[in-house]
């Protein structure tokens, strides 16, 4: 049962997930300046991101039809061998595009994107059980499932609040691991 002034939603609900491709290589001009961050799953590895490895021209993103995603988006990895035991999930920092292999769920309107982004990652093994394919020769997601996947919503004071509590506790043991690492063995 929930507690009052929550909902159960899906994140077909907030309008689905959306994700991107990648410009084709034999296009020198798409790839000839560094305008825009392109992530893709090997970027995958921070909370928070201001950059990619990979970054895309402007041309590209006009000419080929890329979408940018707003600071605020939540990116998720849904096809690489990763899934086979951990289910990345990101924020966007900056204004960015993704390949093929991340799906998006763009900031909504009475959800806070930091509580979106650590509802997912607190779910990621029940994702991986529920929504990954079977018979791929990659590990994929099915995006489908995961769209149709119920999570819960507090209000959005509410949402706020555990956000800035998880940024606070989170900075806590991030303190205390630097500490545990600087000890001599």
Known sequence: ELPSGWTRFALKDLGGLSGGKTPSK??????????VPWVS????????LEDAEDRISQNAVDEAGMTLYPSGSVLMVTRSGILQHTF?????????TVNQDIKVLRPIEGIVP?????MLK??????LSACSKDGTTVQSIDSEKLE???????????????????????AQVDTLKARIDAIPA
């Not at 034999?26 to 305008?35: C, G, I, K, L, Y």
């Not at 799953?41 to 928070?48: C, E, F, G, S, T």
């Not at 149709?148 to 989170?170: G, N, V, Y």
């Open 26 to 35: 034999a296009n020198p001009e798409f790839w000839s300046t560094r305008d």
């Open 88 to 96: 990345p999930v990101a924020l966007a920092g900056v204004e960015l």
């Open 122 to 127: 607190s779910f990621g093994a029940e994702i």
């Open 114 to 118: 930091k509580f979106s982004f650590y």
């Open 148 to 170: 149709t996947f119920l999570f819960s919503l507090p209000p959005l004071a509410e949402q706020t609040r555990i956000a800035q509590k998880l940024d606070e506790l989170l």
């Open 41 to 48: 799953p090997k970027d995958m590895k921070k909370n928070l």
